[in-house]
């Protein structure tokens, strides 16, 4: 977010907070007319609040002293090489000790930093990945899918992504994840990739995929009446835990591929006579990802075509375990056979790239490149799928689509890529993602 310049800084007051006096830096007074957004924060905006209609939960909006928050704590964090929420006084682009005083000493009002949370991610090279990695953890997907949630802040630097959040908002609204009817999801949870490890009290390090409940009732934090089944009936064990408002259920084993999940939840709100004697029920389905089922990493892909399943970190990005495979040379089976492709398909700035040749020929599709218009073509059967290098604007027989991340040429071997899992399945098939491995699988009838 950029800052149009101000005239006059002033010297913040000290704080009493708690009965604790905490000294904040000099900063300048700022106003809400004097930010503009920048795109990456309007691009988190927009995929966050697709993530919550699909939910069914009320719309978020940008704050700008949320915002620079979040811009001042992520400079902090880089320049200092450092993890956490906490920022020490004396130490490079010290701002506050959390995020509430960070919000203050920059102007925000009591009302604004009061309420104000804060979830971080590193390693990060887009916000779309950003925010994927910690919608896929257990805790650190709360501003997604609170229903209290109102305002947002979001920057990504060096890296380093923050986004601080407000929640002041009142909602009938349930918050289910993943929601009713969701398609695509992930097979398994590590808990080693978010900290603190929501795992360890089980003492296991893989589940299924993680769920959550929230409804806008007082609940029993102690217990919960609710089943998991699969397509044919069985009941699949599960853990549970209530944190912060949340029931959590993670299966003990991660879930199958291709498999449909219901889960049920029968449940008697507290402290409100209109429901005194009463049990309500939720019951919801959500189908995960197409592939082979194996006790590999963990499989899955993102409600959005064109990112890979990153699992959730709060310390660091998953890096891969495999000798084989790496950021720079990801593996790809097509129906079950590794295919070795020239250039390498490869991931950058988050997102799976494929060479234009060697892949979509053996899934029976033809391929034109029209060097003046600098568009690529990939017919199969009847699905005519259109692309043009560094545009983001795609069309599937004539419906025009909007990608996340457009083709291009990597200089170096004069090869075109296309995203993944965007120009694979625009022509039928299914992807799957083994983000330990660094392998993807396509699978086509």
Known sequence: MKLKKLGAAVLAAS????????ATPIQKTYAASDFSY????????????????EAGLGQVTLNPFLTKAAENHAKYLSSNKTTGHEELGGKAGFTGEDAEVRVLAISGDLKQSQGTSEVITYNMNSVITAVDDLLNSAYHRDPFLNTGTSEVGVSLYAGYFVLTYHLDASSNAT?????????????SFIGATENPNPLSKFGIQKSGYVISFYP???LDTKKIDATIKDSSGNNVPFFSEWYNGFWFFYTKEPMKNSETYTVSVNYKPLYEPEFEGQTLNKTWSFTTVAGSNNSGGSQGSTPDPNEPNIPPSDITNAIGVGEKYSKTNVGVKINGKSVELSPKAKIVNGSTFIPLRGVFEQLNSTVAWNQKAQQITITRGSTVVKLTVNSKTAYINGQKKTLLVAPFVDKTTNST??????????IGAKVSWDQVEYLAEINAQ
């Open 15 to 22: 704080l009493v907070l708690g009965g604790v006096v905490v």
């Open 38 to 53: 920048s795109q990456e924060a309007k691009d988190a905006l927009e995929y966050i609040n697709n993530i919550r209609a």
């Open 175 to 187: 918050s289910l994840y993943p929601y009713n009817s969701q398609t695509g999801v992930p097979t």
């Open 216 to 218: 806008p009732h007082f």
């Open 417 to 426: 890529y296309v995203p993944l899992r965007f120009a694979s399945e625009a």
